[in-house]
Structures are given as structure tokens and as C-alpha cells.
């Protein structure tokens, strides 16, 4: 519940509502082998996957959460979120977008559920390219609710099946199709210079609602699966809206404003990349370092995309020519997949939705402005708040650590100070001595001066 009393009457409403209407416009697909990959303790879960081998190549269907079949635009619940925008991940305790009863539940794509869904189908052929693209709203049933420290180990070759996995031959065989299509897929984008980073995510190590340390996550190739198939889903539906006259909201990265100081971290690996931001050698660079120093290679990706700077979202009208994506290297994208955590892609689900039943858009341009530029401000806002939190987790987790040596790489170089982040364990602090003459991405070392975990401040020195 979020305490305001009109959001509250509002699920109550939706609480006591079948969680599938009948609707005959609905395609049935119930009966299909769906499943979902998430962390290990999402429950709001936006997407669930499927696929069959046809002649063309792998047919690959993603179901999508129907959020707007609940939340109706300008009711309680619609005008909370318009308002938060995104779900904050604090490391420690989830912030939803909307109540948790939505998002959670009634909303979600849960185990066993049956629930509503925007599906989007595609064929994918040995190749990678796509072909066949189509939309369309179904009633759909998730018969497993899978992880990624689960699927991705089996996936590799490096570790048994998960349980539900393990107990079903069919669904082993569903998912080695979806892999296949995944990875041909990621192997097409990466030709055209989509990056590739060695990201190292910081992950709580919670026991009884204490810290008990940071681990490092990196993904993995359940992660990559699902990240390839949510990157063709949203390249769909970006070319879907302008395709049919309506204007959108685009995800887009621009080209690096400090292209040079990229230029300068290859050539210091003996590598030369051309004066001008280009994708494809930039990619080829990152490839390269990635078999020849696999070891440093997680702190070449974080310096460089320290150096690309935030994504942000703005509005596009049909015919206009946006910056596109840099890191994807993809002129038409917008973020649809996961519309119980991001206001934006609630937005491009009824703008979808409104196309497929020959209605109006439900937004004028000023209003999809006006949304573009809130979204990008709040996502900011919490992307700041959980780095704060993470910084604290990692402060409590390196207390006991204070005079030890660390291998670290910049990370910032700002009018409020040098950034550090070491990577075991994973965390990111101020440099406070010896900060002269370094940039984004110097390879350091480092010693921890002290720890505040009611501030989050770590302190390093040199």
C-alpha cells in the first residue's frame, strides 16, 4: 500500500477483479511452455518467453505484462506512478513504482498465474536478422519462474539444471532454443558495433537484515538471453509507432562527449581508434582486450561507460531523426519490456496498444515531452539514491578492512572530487589522497583510509 487513500481503493477495486478477464479479442496461448528468467528474488516480474523452430529460422515469442489493463491512464494508481516513475533498487529493500500489490501479484507475470500480456513475435534466422515481426494481445500462463544464477551456469556448460529445469526434458529443450536464438541475435548486433562490456555489479550479501558483505555479480548467459530478446522486443516496437504515424518515447545514448579520453584508454593499450565516436571499432577494441586481458577487462567497461555518460528519454515524432543508441548501436529503440517497474514503458504499452485497435494515441506531444523529460529526471534522481545505499552497504561490509590495499580504476573526475572503484570486493569511494594528475579510467592502487556507513562515505588514499 502507499498510503494515499484513492491508490489504496484502487487495488482493493483491481484486488477483487478476475486476474484475466475473458475477451474474445485475446489470443489464447496458455497452453504454450512460457517461462521466465529473473534474479533470484524478483517477483515483479514484466516478461516470460517462448520459442519453436520453423523453416524461416526460431520463432521466439515475448510476453510483455499488460499493466495497462489495469492501471487506466489519469486513475490513482497511474497518477502515482506518472509521479515515481521507476522502481529503486536499494540493495536492501525495493521501492516499487507502484504498490506492491500490482506489481507483485495482480500485475505480474507470476508462476502458475494466468495473466494478460502484449506479445511480441518474431522470427529469428541463423543469422540473427529478424524477420516477420508482429503484435498482439494474448492470455498467457508462466509455468516456470526461473534465475539467472540458476539457468545461466547450465546454459555454459559449468553446472547442473536447476530443479524445474532438471525435472522437465521439454522445458531443457525450450530453453536451448531460446538460447540459440539469443545468441544469434547478440552475435548480429555486436556485427553491426553493439558493446560488449565485462560489467561487474555490487550484490548485498544479506543474512537476518544484516550485511554481511558485497559480492560481485556478473551476468551471464541466462542474462544475456534475456537482455538479447528485450533489445529486439524494443527495437520492434519502436518501429512499430512511427511505421503507424505516432509519435514515441525513444531510450537513447548519445555519442560520447569525451570520445578523446576513450581514444586515449585504447591507445594506451596499443590500440589506435578513429578521432570521431564510432561504435563498431570501439566494439572491436573492447573484443580484443577481452581475449587479451580478460582479467582487466571488467575495468576497461566500467571506465568507458563512465565516459558514454546516462541514457536519457526523449520524445520523437513520426519522421523525425533521433540520435539513436550508441552502446546498441541501433537507430530505432525505446524502453516497452518492463512497464511494472518504468513509467516509460507503460507509456509505449498503451501508445502499442492504441495502434492495435485503430484508436488515438492517448498522449499529445507536449504530454510525451513533458513525461520524456520527468522520467529522465527521476530516473537520475534514483540512480543516485542507489548508489548512496550501495555505497553504505559497501562501507559496512569494508569496515573491518580499514589499512588494506586495493587494485582500483578511476571512475570520476568531478569539481566535488576523484571517484575510485575497486573491484574485490565491488565498491566505489573518494579518493582523498594523491588525486592529482589522475582521469577516468586509471588503473591505481589504493589503500582505505576509513568507512562511514551512516553516510556512505568510503576514503581511499594513495
Known amino acids: 500500500m502507499t498510503g494515499t487513500p484513492e491508490v489504496d481503493k484502487q487495488v482493493a477495486a483491481l484486488a477483487a477483479q478476475p486476474a484475466a478477464p475473458a475477451d474474445p479479442a485475446l489470443r489464447d496461448l496458455r497452453k504454450l511452455l512460457w517461462s ?24 521466439v515469442l515475448i510476453g510483455i505484462a499488460d499493466v495497462d489493463g489495469d492501471v487506466k491512464i489519469s486513475t490513482p494508481i497511474d497518477r502515482h506512478a506518472a509521479s515515481e516513475t521507476t522502481s529503486v533498487y536499494t540493495g536492501v529493500r525495493t521501492f516499487s513504482m507502484l504498490p506492491e500489490k500490482l506489481s507483485t ?3 505480474s507475470l507470476v ?17 540473427g536478422s529478424i524477420s516477420a515481426p508482429a503484435i498482439y494481445r494474448a492470455l498467457v500462463h508462466n509455468r516456470a519462474q526461473l534465475a539467472y544464477n540458476g539457468v545461466g551456469p547450465w546454459l555454459e556448460g559449468t553446472g547442473a539444471p536447476p530443479p524445474k529445469v532438471a525435472a522437465s526434458a521439454e522445458l531443457q529443450a525450450q ?7 539469443a545468441q544469434a541475435l547478440r552475435q548480429a548486433r555486436h556485427q553491426c558495433g553493439a558493446l560488449d562490456f565485462g560489467r561487474i555489479e555490487p550484490e548485498a550479501v544479506i543474512q537476518d537484515g544484516r550485511v554481511q558483505g558485497i559480492a560481485a555479480h556478473q551476468q551471464n548467459r541466462a542474462g544475456q538471453l534475456i537482455e538479447d530478446f528485450m533489445i529486439a522486443a524494443n527495437e520492434v516496437m519502436a518501429r512499430t509507432l512511427p511505421s503507424a504515424g505516432v509519435s514515441s518515447i525513444r531510450r537513447v545514448v548519445k555519442s560520447p562527449e569525451r570520445w578523446p579520453r576513450i581514444v586515449e584508454l585504447a591507445r594506451q593499450c596499443g590500440e589506435t581508434l578513429p578521432p570521431e565516436p564510432d ?9 580484443k582486450r577481452k581475449v587479451e586481458d580478460a582479467v582487466h577487462f571488467p575495468d576497461l567497461s566500467l571506465s568507458i ?7 536519457e528519454y526523449i520524445a520523437l515524432r513520426p519522421g523525425d531523426a533521433g540520435p539513436g543508441h550508441f ?15 518504468r513509467f516509460a514503458d507503460l507509456v509505449t504499452q498503451r501508445l502499442i496498444k492504441a495502434v492495435m485497435s485503430r484508436q488515438p494515441p492517448p498522449y499529445t506531444d507536449g504530454a510525451l515531452d513533458s513525461i520524456a523529460q520527468n522520467c529522465t529526471a527521476k530516473e537520475d534522481a534514483a540512480r543516485k539514491v542507489e548508489r548512496v545505499m550501495h555505497k553504505r552497504i559497501a562501507a559496512v561490509a569494508l569496515h573491518g578492512q580499514i589499512g588494506k590495499s586495493f587494485s582500483g580504476v578511476v571512475t570520476g573526475v568531478t ?14 569511494g573518494r579518493l582523498m589522497r594523491g588525486e592529482q594528475g589522475v582521469d577516468v579510467g586509471d588503473s591505481i592502487r589504493v589503500t582505505l583510509l576509513n568507512t562511514d556507513p551512516q553516510r556512505g562515505f568510503i576514503d581511499f588514499g594513495r
Not at 305 to 311: S, T, V
Not at 417 to 428: D, K, L, S, T
Open 175 to 181: 530453453l536451448k532454443l531460446q538460447d540459440e536464438a
Open 305 to 311: 561507460i563512465k565516459l558514454m555518460g546516462p541514457g
Open 415 to 428: 569539481s566535488k572530487g576523484v571517484f575510485v572503484r575497486i573491484m574485490n570486493p565491488p565498491a566505489e
Open 36 to 59: 521466465s528468467i529473473d534474479n533470484d528474488t524478483s517477483r515483479d516480474l514484466d516478461q516470460i518467453e517462448v520459442a519453436e523452430r520453423t523453416t524461416g529460422g526460431v520463432r
Open 327 to 341: 552502446g546498441l548501436a541501433v537507430h530505432d529503440y525505446t524502453h516497452s519490456t518492463a512497464p511494472n517497474r
Open 105 to 107: 501479484d495482480l500485475t
Open 111 to 127: 508462476e502458475n498465474g494466468d495473466r494478460l500480456a502484449v506479445v511480441v513475435e518474431i522470427i529469428v534466422a541463423g543469422d
Open 279 to 287: 561504435a563498431a571499432a570501439l566494439n572491436a577494441f573492447l573484443q
